[in-house]
């Protein structure tokens, strides 16, 4: 008799045990955005659902717009009523929205999901998802007519745009430079560009415009390329400056010593352009200049800008480098001035750059300052044209004592000249930038 209670007390437990699994009450975990979709032409949307108690016995999604909706999504999932999910896993689920197959008008919708689970509770969840049909792209408005542009010199657009939250700006083969509200108009936007000295025959800049549906417009921008051909120097390498240049931004060879430098000039130099676009993608929106931007005083210039460099050791040519900005030579360790009015972004070591610092001066306009021999500023200053930054120096890759000084564009190197010319700056930026600026198409 013992025993046969015994047997009939697990037996009871484990009865009551299934029971409570069977009815057990939480519902499916449904993962999404609950953040509204702006739904253009196409758009797929995932989300993820699980239950951890009998499983998830099926999924359905459907679109409401108004009083009618649209079945877009209904699977039921292997299990049974006693013994809940067959596989009780994440399952992952990828629709496509596609408005104009549905027959649907722009406007607000819903999309709605709701997942089920194998308990005899019939435990559901439900997520609302607010939607906004948006089939109509932006229109851009160019307010600049043809422009003369010259390889490797930056220019600006001036457009308006009929929608707010929009993403927009100049598209230069896969180089993006972003829009900024107009100084002298809200209403309307401008964005500087640069044309790369590598741009690639017939490659025109255009203004686009991304609004929150995904929706794309783009007018192209009309200009003539000024062509020029660029300086060209050869450089003879020593041991004994490749050896110091390795031990000051290696700390040791690294292989054998040429070996070692041409990671220096190759891949250091690489990760060092990355990291400056890094920096240099966000900037003020305001316009923190004013006038033409000031050469280091009393200098003489060395290498020029996009100066295609050969180098040659024991003989034979071992690389090549394109010199992106312009070496300014003055008196060892000469005051380095703050080429015009802006806020320090970065003041620190950079690779091939040595001690650097970085402006921002606003429209996605920044300088560069580079073989600093120390820096008399932090990041997040406010500086003025004329404050010292620092130092010259040979920090990084500097062969003498000099100032590397670069004008950058959103991240892309700009000739510097031109920003130190205050004719170009009236007839180039002056005239964007001001109010009279006429409408085009």
Not at 19 to 33: D, H, K, N
Not at 78 to 102: M, N
Not at 175 to 198: C, E, I, K, T
Not at 365 to 386: N, P
């Amino acid at each position: 008799m013992r025993l046969l209670w015994i047997l009939l007390l697990v037996l009871a437990g484990s009865l009551a045990g299934y029971l409570i699994t069977r009815f057990e009450r939480s519902a499916p975990v449904i993962q999404t955005r609950v953040t509204p979709i702006f739904l253009g032409t196409e758009r797929d949307h995932q989300f993820y659902v699980f239950d951890e108690g009998t499983g998830v016995e099926g999924i359905r999604v459907w679109l409401r717009k108004g009083e009618l909706a649209h079945e877009l999504f209904d699977e039921t999932y292997p299990g049974h009523v006693l013994t809940g999910a067959t596989l009780k896993v994440q399952r992952r689920v990828e629709i496509s929205l596609r408005p104009k197959e549905l027959g649907l008008t722009d406007g607000p919708a819903t999309l709605h999901i709701e997942a089920r689970d194998y308990s005899w509770a019939r435990n559901r969840s439900q997520v609302y998802i607010p939607l906004v049909i948006d089939s109509e792209a932006p229109r851009i408005s160019l307010q600049t007519g043809l422009t003369y542009v010259r390889r490797g010199g930056a220019e600006a657009a001036v457009y308006k745009i009929n929608e707010e939250n929009v993403t927009h700006g100049v598209e230069f083969g896969d180089l993006f430079f972003p829009g900024f509200p107009h100084p002298g108009d809200p209403s309307r936007q401008v964005a500087f560009y640069v044309l790369p000295p590598n741009a690639e025959p017939g490659q025109k800049p255009q203004v686009t415009a991304i609004d929150r549906a995904r929706n794309r417009s783009m007018v192209r921008v009309p200009i003539e390329i000024i062509e020029r051909s660029f300086p060209t120097d050869r450089i003879e390498l020593s041991e004994a400056f490749m050896e110091e240049k390795v031990n000051e931004l290696l700390g040791s060879t690294r292989g054998d010593l040429l070996s070692s430098y041409l990671k220096i000039n190759r891949d250091m130099r690489q990760e060092n352009t990355e990291r400056i676009r890094q920096i240099c993608q966000e900037s003020s929106p305001d316009r923190l200049w004013s006038g033409p931007f000031l050469q280091l005083p009393n200098s003489k210039v060395g290498a020029r800008y996009a100066e295609k460099r050969t180098y040659h050791f024991e003989g034979r040519t071992v690389d090549k480098q394109v010199h992106m900005g312009y070496d300014l030579a003055s008196t060892a360790h000469a005051p380095v001035l703050a080429a015009n009015d802006g806020v320090v972004v970065f003041a620190d070591r950079l690779g091939i750059y040595g001690n650097t610092v970085i402006l921002d001066h606003g429209l996605g306009v920044f300088s560069l300052y580079g073989h600093l021999s120390e820096l008399a500023i932090e990041k997040g200053e406010a500086v003025s044209g004329g404050d010292r930054l620092g130092s010259t120096g040979t920090t990084g890759l500097a062969g003498g004592d000099h100032l590397h000084f670069a004008m950058l564009v959103s991240g892309v190197f700009a000739d510097p000249l031109e920003w130190f010319d205050g004719r170009w700056i009236r007839e180039h930026i002056e005239s964007k930038l001001s109010n009279m600026v006429l409408e085009s198409g």
